[in-house]
């Protein structure tokens, strides 16, 4: 098996990780291990997890990942929405790119900036939420929502990935604005392992390519 760390944002993408994910690639020979990034650390040794507020919580947990040399490959699962502001790349990005094309730029200059071929960046587009819109039905019926999937289903032809991603109208934005009962380490995972996959893969092409890369480990 391949060993292969996954800093995650949340208990939502740990689970996601670990349960749908993580079961898909280890029948390839993979074995993702999701860790949460660590927000704070007391002397202690305490550590807090869960949410990021700087750049350098992520550097630093990606470079003592990166440090164990049995990993093939480290790699993350982290919003591109909210990203702070000393994110690597996020001071030269352009407004007039679109999504897909600022969140490779900024996966490009995490590269650039831990400078380790092992390191395989992925931000999710724009929040992990978009993977739900691949299904807007299974989300109605989860949430038990009446009307749900047809008011975040979004234009038609617009994929998941590219769901508009302001204040109000980031996809988790959306469906709590109509189901405030969404509770996204529960549904989340949930709404995905039933979705599976290939069907995430086929609406989400940004999140595709990353399991590809991660599923071309083993070559």
Request: net charge neutral; charged share 20%; aromatic share 6%.
């Amino acid at each position: 098996m391949k060993r292969v760390h996954v800093l995650v944002e949340g208990q939502t993408e740990e689970t996601f990780v670990r349960s749908v994910l993580g079961s898909h690639l280890a029948s390839r020979g993979v074995l993702l291990t999701p860790i949460l990034v660590a927000t704070k650390r007391v002397k202690s040794g305490r550590k807090f997890k869960g949410g990021i507020h700087s750049y350098g919580q992520v550097r630093r947990d990606l470079l003592r990942l990166l440090g164990d040399s049995a990993a093939v490959a480290v790699t993350t699962m982290i919003d591109f929405y909210g990203l702070p502001r000393d994110f690597p790349g996020a001071a030269s990005l352009s407004s007039a790119a679109s999504s897909m094309e600022r969140v490779s730029h900024l996966e490009t200059a995490l590269s650039e900036d831990l400078a380790d071929p092992r390191l395989l960046p992925y931000l999710s587009v724009h929040e992990f939420e978009a993977l739900l819109f691949a299904a807007p039905e299974e989300v109605e019926q989860t949430l038990t929502r009446p009307g749900l999937a047809s008011a975040i289903g979004g234009a038609p032809g617009v994929p998941p990935e590219e769901v508009n991603d302001g204040e109000d109208t980031h996809p988790a934005a959306r469906i709590l604005s109509l189901a405030p009962h969404y509770r996204k380490a529960l549904h989340g995972p949930l709404i995905t392992s039933r979705v599976g996959l290939d069907q995430l893969r086929r609406y989400c092409p940004h999140f595709s390519n990353w399991v590809g890369r991660l599923e071309g480990l083993v070559d």
